[in-house]
């Protein structure tokens, strides 16, 4: 069968066409390029980690037996783990490289091989193209992991710890430990599950952790931060109110979150409040980097703080190029995807839960405070997203359709830009915006908008499926 990466990896059914035998295939190729183009300055060594889904770590091991028969060392995670923890452990080992056995915020039924690059991120679209090329150039190597944990070739490791000091170094973690904060945390029964109970052990906050039982059918639901996977910890949150309420993906590197009490917050109130933290209580300038689908809140705060704003087309591994050329303040994408400088170019849950500790310690004002100062100064912004099902053979003409008939205006005002670098994606002189978009890997078509009110939001999700009707 042929295998197809998608925008960050390989994803399948398991058992369909995630396979050991599919699995050994995409490591083998993954060995074969990386053998064949070595990174001055790396180890011929590879990190490997899992999440907690059906088999993953039988996943895990077979990508490491594999590894190993092909001459690279390996490290090898003793348990699932958060990506960002793997991405991590890749840049500061030196590795050429990481597979991370995941699919992240899919469905139970479907696993994923996400490949990382010497520098702790996404490996960009190239190398996975090139990846692609090289399977079935050679069959599948293998050696047994026992014994290349006897003979010194491979190593059971648990990454975390050392991503987690890490972390300790990125906030002000002196200021979150004696700020007495009371902090939830939904894992959506994903791998990162207990992990700020590890990080602020010890620390004056009292820390909840809410669907954290390891579940490969994670409670019935997909382990991804939106606001219906939220119903059991909204609950939870009425009768028990916390300062805060992260959420984490299935993976740990994508966040959502709730205030306190349960009230869902977007990704991008959560994107909003942190530039504000970085720039205003941290005092960091730089670019900042947001991909297209992104509230235009942070247009208008980019333009009230003279910071150069730079938009990207949707996927992190493009934001993540942004970063690697340095002087960026923050990366953040509409899904929930948000990296920091002086860390990792990936995105992390884990960094931006204590990012927002570290604000709330400093401004020890409510959430909903904070979020209605914001709204104060740059206007209401609602944001809406419906995933429609459309032809893939009809999209290219769908696209240039919208390029060459954008609508005159978009509710009440004139269409001030039209971009069309990824989707198209029109935008109102008033800054509400409509964008259509194919899904990377499916016959599936996302309609995204946002205007000042939900009303509105939900009246340009309208137009845009009236627009796809036109075709």
């Not at 190597?141 to 710890?161: C, F, G, M, T």
């Not at 933290?277 to 005092?283: C, D, G, I, M, T």
């Not at 190029?321 to 948000?338: R, Y």
């Given at each position: 069968?042929?295998?197809?990466?998608?925008?960050?990896?390989?994803?399948?059914?398991?058992?369909?066409?995630?396979?050991?035998?599919?699995?050994?295939?995409?490591?083998?190729?993954?060995?074969?390029?990386?053998?064949?183009?070595?990174?001055?300055?790396?180890?011929?060594?590879?990190?490997?980690?899992?999440?907690?889904?059906?088999?993953?770590?039988?996943?895990?091991?077979?990508?490491?037996?594999?590894?190993?028969?092909?001459?690279?060392?390996?490290?090898?995670?003793?348990?699932?783990?958060?990506?960002?923890?793997v991405s991590f452990a890749v840049k500061a080992q030196s590795a050429v490289g990481g597979v991370m056995i995941t699919a992240s915020h899919n469905p139970p039924i479907f696993n994923g091989f996400k490949l990382k690059s010497h520098y702790g991120g996404s490996s960009d679209s190239e190398t996975c193209k090139a990846i692609e090329g090289c399977?079935?150039?050679?069959?599948?190597?293998?050696?047994?992991?026992?014994?290349?944990?006897?003979?010194?070739?491979?190593?059971?490791?648990?990454?975390?710890?050392?991503?987690?000091?890490?972390?300790?170094?990125?906030?002000?973690?002196?200021?979150?430990?004696?700020?007495?904060?009371?902090?939830?945390?939904?894992?959506?029964?994903?791998?990162?599950?207990?992990?700020?109970?590890?990080?602020?052990?010890?620390?004056?906050?009292?820390?909840?952790?809410?669907?954290?039982?390891?579940?490969?059918?994670?409670?019935?639901?997909?382990?991804?931060?939106?606001?219906?996977?939220?119903?059991?910890?909204?609950?939870?949150?009425?009768?028990?109110?916390?300062?805060?309420?992260?959420?984490?993906?299935?993976?740990?590197?994508?966040?959502?979150?709730?205030?306190?009490?349960?009230?869902?917050?977007?990704?991008?109130?959560?994107?909003?409040?942190?530039?504000?933290?970085?720039?205003?209580?941290?005092?960091?300038?730089?670019?900042?980097?947001?991909?297209?689908?992104?509230?235009?809140?942070?247009?208008?705060?980019?333009?009230?703080?003279?910071?150069?704003?730079?938009?990207?087309?949707?996927?992190?591994?493009?934001?993540?190029?942004?970063?690697?050329?340095?002087?960026?303040?923050?990366?953040?994408?509409?899904?929930?995807?948000?990296?920091?400088?002086?860390?990792?170019?990936?995105?992390?849950?884990?960094?931006?839960?204590?990012?927002?500790?570290?604000?709330?310690?400093?401004?020890?004002?409510?959430?909903?405070?904070?979020?209605?100062?914001?709204?104060?100064?740059?206007?209401?912004?609602?944001?809406?997203?419906?995933?429609?099902?459309?032809?893939?053979?009809?999209?290219?003409?769908?696209?240039?359709?919208?390029?060459?008939?954008?609508?005159?205006?978009?509710?009440?005002?004139?269409?001030?830009?039209?971009?069309?670098?990824?989707?198209?994606?029109?935008?109102?002189?008033?800054?509400?915006?409509?964008?259509?978009?194919?899904?990377?890997?499916?016959?599936?078509?996302?309609?995204?908008?946002?205007?000042?009110?939900?009303?509105?939001?939900?009246?340009?999700?309208?137009?845009?499926?009236?627009?796809?009707?036109?075709?």
């Amino acid at each position: 069968m042929s295998i197809k990466f998608g925008t960050d990896g390989w994803r399948a059914v398991i058992a369909e066409d995630f396979t050991f035998a599919n699995v050994a295939r995409v490591a083998q190729a993954t060995a074969d390029y990386w053998s064949a183009n070595p990174v001055a300055g790396t180890e011929k060594k590879v990190i490997i980690g899992y999440d907690r889904r059906f088999f993953s770590d039988r996943f895990a091991q077979t990508t490491a037996e594999v590894m190993v028969a092909n001459g690279f060392s390996v490290v090898l995670t003793a348990e699932p783990t958060p990506t960002p923890s793997v991405s991590f452990a890749v840049k500061a080992q030196s590795a050429v490289g990481g597979v991370m056995i995941t699919a992240s915020h899919n469905p139970p039924i479907f696993n994923g091989f996400k490949l990382k690059s010497h520098y702790g991120g996404s490996s960009d679209s190239e190398t996975c193209k090139a990846i692609e090329g090289c399977l079935d150039q050679t069959s599948p190597r293998s050696v047994k992991l026992a014994d290349a944990i006897a003979d010194n070739r491979a190593v059971v490791e648990d990454v975390r710890p050392a991503h987690y000091a890490a972390l300790k170094k990125l906030v002000d973690f002196k200021l979150i430990a004696k700020s007495r904060l009371r902090f939830a945390h939904e894992a959506l029964f994903g791998v990162g599950a207990g992990c700020f109970q590890q990080i602020l052990a010890g620390t004056s906050c009292k820390v909840t952790t809410l669907n954290g039982n390891h579940d490969v059918l994670f409670g019935g639901i997909n382990p991804e931060p939106i606001e219906k996977n939220y119903a059991r910890s909204q609950a939870f949150l009425r009768k028990h109110p916390h300062d805060l309420c992260l959420v984490t993906d299935g993976d740990a590197d994508r966040v959502g979150g709730m205030d306190g009490r349960g009230k869902y917050l977007s990704t991008h109130q959560l994107i909003c409040l942190l530039l504000h933290h970085l720039f205003a209580n941290r005092k960091g300038r730089g670019r900042v980097v947001k991909a297209l689908t992104t509230t235009t809140m942070v247009d208008k705060m980019c333009a009230a703080y003279g910071l150069q704003l730079v938009e990207t087309g949707v996927g992190f591994k493009y934001i993540c190029a942004e970063m690697l050329k340095g002087d960026v303040l923050l990366g953040a994408e509409e899904s929930g995807g948000i990296g920091f400088p002086g860390h990792i170019p990936e995105r992390d849950g884990i960094a931006a839960g204590l990012m927002l500790l570290e604000m709330l310690a400093v401004e020890r004002l409510p959430l909903n405070k904070l979020v209605a100062k914001l709204e104060k100064e740059f206007g209401p912004h609602r944001y809406g997203r419906i995933d429609t099902h459309f032809p893939l053979e009809k999209r290219g003409a769908l696209m240039e359709f919208l390029k060459q008939n954008p609508p005159a205006k978009l509710l009440r005002s004139p269409l001030a830009d039209v971009k069309s670098f990824d989707g198209v994606k029109f935008v109102a002189q008033d800054g509400s915006w409509l964008m259509l978009r194919g899904s990377g890997t499916e016959p599936i078509l996302r309609i995204y908008a946002e205007a000042g009110s939900d009303a509105d939001a939900r009246r340009l999700l309208r137009l845009g499926v009236e627009l796809t009707k036109r075709v």
